[in-house]
């Protein structure tokens, strides 16, 4: 993702950058090792599959032409960034063609600049042939993968119709809001020719498919999700119902094909009665409510944990299986755990490792020696200790439930619920069936905290519970802290609860 000029203006100031010192800067950031093996560098093709050791070979052709080069059914994997729609850089990729290598290496792209309007219809339309050429290479078990920068419903719709067109089959569909989209497929093992539908039927098949697939979606989730989250497991759905083959073929006759696809998708959940609901999203909202959210009530007894606690221990689980981790292994383990739709956004995944992991060295980490299982064992059973000794101090009736859960009570009047947890998992205690009685305090490590933020400000179910439930959090540091305190009071204890919150914000102090 890099800025592109929007027009061929000249800019106001020009800087030349001297390429040669760009060149060694660049090579300084690379800090390749000096006994890493490098790439043996092919001048064919034909040599490179010759070659048993790993080879590159680096050819300037069209994807129409690599059957020429390329035995049918010779790869395994085949990557691809779809042309963005910048008639502008087109232009000037024009230029700078005719400029380095003559105006003949230029008419490659004179079919682009006669465009006065780029569309994502009508790419969809000129990528089908170039996957399905690709898709002719493809071995067996082979796949083509495309990354976008752009997490549009109408960029997923037209590479998704591209790939129908080519005859291929979808196997993933991966958008994230930041990163864009990720679409794999693989050979289809069909080549009969797809249903006929009219198109009230066709679009009724595809919104019953869509609504199907996104309370799925939720449910595997396990929490309210964002239409771009959404959005992958619908159009998976749709092409293992063989829609988007469907309307990838549409006669000229039809409706535009993307248009009449998006249009329908998005139907499915405006406009008509479904299982499918919008969240009121709280007043003060965060960047992470920068999207709709979608929720629905139909099936929740089958919810189970919601995404964010299942990254969480996923990832506390993977630390746990090794001693040293790379951070970028480490992530991809994670990633591994989950599929379709509930792949976890990256923001997520960063938060979990920041909450459990310590760095080694740069790119290394480990487990926090605080955070295996044993050590905080014995930290809540001591502070468990402490807390009740403090409530009995200030006079307090204490109960003691278990070995994470107790009471403070005044003249039998519940008062405090204490809850002990070495985790930032919510969903037991914020969304439990029957919450405790008094005020409930969450009692967790002060590592914890910029996670269960997060996680309050990503889930607006979590932070409805905090609000309607009357949540405090308290960190095991701040309970060292009251209970060494031996002026403290009762009314002293709940004015210091709210003097340590989860994430401490820098505003100045009101003078009343």
Known sequence: RSPRPRSLKPPPRFIEQNVWLAMEDCLKSLAIPTDQARLSRMADVGALLDQRDPAACLVARSSRDLDKLIGLGNVALAIGVPPQLDPTFWALSAVWSAWLWGARAAEVVQPLLGRRRADVDWLWHMLAPSLEAVSGLLADAGKVVLVHPSASEEWLGGLALAGAKAGLALEHALVESRDGLRLSWKRSLTTAPPRQLDIEALGMEIMEVAERAALDALRARGEPATWTSLMGGIYQALACNDLLQIVAHLPDTAPPALTLLTQLVR???????TALQRLALPVGQGKEYSQELWWTNRLLARVGLPLSDLVEMAMYDALQQATEWNEADLVDSVYCRFQAATVPELPLVAMCLNSYAQSLRPGECTLREEDYAQARRREIEELMEMLRALGQRLGWDVDVYDSVRLAWAERHIPAYAFSFSATAQLAPYLLAKRPPRGTPVLVIPGGRAGLIEYKLRRNV????????????????????????????????FREAMALDPLIAVDRQMALL
Not at 267 to 273: I, M, N
Not at 474 to 479: A, C, E, S, T, V
């Open 267 to 273: 139907g499915t959940f405006e406009g008509r009665e």
């Open 461 to 492: 179910q979590f932070s409805d519970a905090v609000a309607g439930g009357g949540w405090q959090f308290l960190k095991f540091r701040h309970l060292r802290t009251l209970a060494a305190d031996a002026s403290l009071s009762p009314a002293g």
